[in-house]
């Protein structure tokens, strides 16, 4: 596959990812903010499936995207690039606890939806951490590399990078205090605009435009 191919097909995966990931993160955990989550749960367990394909969608282009990112940046820094995947990856692995944890509500004759739903959002704000870091080194290497008015799209992530840290950081601290939550409402700004500006600039190729050697990637 050339390189121009490949970019593309990154880009769309990542904006894929902007219609997914708000279902998956938003939309249908706030079905469940209700008193009785057992309750609530029992009698819609359709959506809980729903919710599970979702997340296994995602994990799929996750993977997918993981491998591509490598195999495109590297050959700006190989070592970034690898750290990179890996933190992504670490992305994943969080995520297949999720998912085991939302089936575990299926597959459990037990109301259990009050145990594991609050362990799977959980679980979505360690997976953050990992990807602050992710998006951090992604960004580092955009604005390092990158020759183009492109390479502003590095700072908008470096910058969105610390929105995913800090809203990890107040949910999994339960901490309460203004400055943080205005801070973290700010900064998704910067994780948007990141977010959409990465999956515009790889399908039109213009995040990497350098081969190897003259061969394409």
């Known amino acids: 596959m050339s390189q121009k191919k490949r970019s593309l097909f990154t880009g769309l995966l990542y904006l ?3 219609i997914f990931g708000p279902i998956a993160l938003l939309l249908i955990p706030s079905q469940f903010d209700v008193i009785d989550i057992n309750q609530y749960a029992e009698s ?6 729903v919710w ?4 296994l969608i995602i994990i799929g282009i996750e993977v997918i995207l993981s491998l591509y990112l490598y195999k495109l940046l590297k050959v700006y820094h190989k070592n970034l690039s690898f750290f990179a995947f890996i933190f992504r990856i670490a992305v994943v692995v969080v995520m297949i606890v999720n998912v085991f944890y939302l089936s575990m509500i299926l597959f459990n004759q ?3 939806a009050d145990l594991f739903i609050p362990r799977h959002q959980d679980g979505i704000y360690i997976w953050q951490l990992f990807f602050s870091v992710h998006v951090f080194i992604l960004g580092l290497i955009i604005f390092k590399y990158n020759k183009t008015l492109w390479k502003y799209l590095g700072v908008v992530l470096l910058i969105g990078a610390f929105g995913y840290l800090i809203d990890s950081i107040i949910a999994l601290g339960n901490l309460d205090y203004q400055i943080l939550n205005t801070l973290s409402g700010f900064l998704l700004i ?3 605009v990141g977010e959409i500006g990465t999956g515009t600039g790889f399908s039109l190729n213009k995040i990497v ?3 190897i050697d003259g061969v394409s990637l």
């Open 190 to 192: 910067f994780i948007t």
């Open 52 to 55: 599970i394909l979702i997340e």
């Open 16 to 18: 894929s990812l902007v």
């Open 110 to 112: 037990e109301q259990n």
């Open 44 to 49: 819609h367990m359709g959506l809980i499936i």
């Open 209 to 211: 435009h350098k081969e």
